[in-house]
């Protein structure tokens, strides 16, 4: 991405992005601020579903038991609620992307310590190019970037194309969500055998569950979704 060194420069003797009270440290916020976000402690392992940390953390949750997504696995840093269901608002619409910086650094770290074999390339989730150029950047392509360079990962922002506007997804339920993406994804050139979507946050996965069929019928064989943030079930 063009732009994106100069979006995501870190936060050294800026003060916390939450508090203002204390200086920043890599992720954007002081020790404190970091330390209460709302990190995804208890949550599926299939599609990082919040739910109670008491849940065996292997069990898949009903509804990957009963119908399991396109992709095999969904690694998230946070739960989205305050500060994050601000944060990553901030980042899209008020045009901050760089705070994203120190929520990809916080990610990065949390990836490093789960992640046993790397995938060969990180996709991030490709947004309409009409949608793109009003916004001046996509966020999912800035965190995608981030991330690889930090785990060393090649990173294609040319694979995965929008090639039909959707609107606004939120608006619309899991059911509605899905049948509004068909056919809005397409693929080119050759996909390796382990991939990574990436996209600042996952709600109801039908997103990535387009995606990763997608990714899954073009050859690869293990899609991991990874994001910033996880919304509870709706
Ligand atoms: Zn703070
Ligand atoms: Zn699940």
């Not at 979006?7 to 020790?31: E, I, K, M, V």
């Not at 899209?92 to 910086?101: C, D, I, N």
């Not at 939120?170 to 050759?190: K, P, Q, T, V």
Request: charged fraction near 20%; proline fraction near 9%; glycine fraction near 8%.
């Amino acid at each position: 991405m063009k732009n994106s060194k100069v979006y995501l420069r870190l936060f050294f003797n800026q003060p916390c992005f939450l508090c203002r009270l204390h200086t920043a440290g890599a992720s954007g916020l002081c020790d404190a601020c970091h330390a209460d976000l709302p990190w995804l402690i208890g949550c599926c392992p299939r599609c990082a579903e919040p739910r109670s940390p008491r849940i065996p953390p292997d069990q898949p949750c009903g509804r990957c038991q009963t119908s399991p997504p396109g992709f095999d696995r969904v690694i998230a840093a946070f739960g989205y609620a305050f500060p994050l269901s601000q944060m990553i608002p901030g980042i899209k619409y008020h045009r901050r992307p760089a705070l994203l910086g120190g929520l990809a650094a916080t990610l990065a770290g949390l990836l490093q310590e789960r992640i046993e074999t790397p995938p060969d390339l990180l996709l991030p989730v490709p947004m309409h190019p009409w949608q793109e150029s009003v916004r001046g950047f996509n966020q999912a392509a800035l965190l995608a970037s981030e991330l690889g360079k930090r785990l060393d990962i090649p990173v294609s922002h040319s694979t995965l194309r929008k090639v039909r506007r959707t609107g606004h997804q939120a608006e619309l339920d899991r059911r509605s969500r899905a049948i509004n993406l068909r056919g809005s994804f397409a693929l080119s050139g050759r996909v390796p055998e382990r991939v990574a979507i990436v996209d600042d946050i996952l709600t109801t996965g039908a997103t990535a569950n387009e995606l990763a069929k997608l990714l899954k019928k073009a050859g690869s064989n293990e899609v991991q979704v990874w994001v910033l943030a996880r919304t509870p079930s709706n």
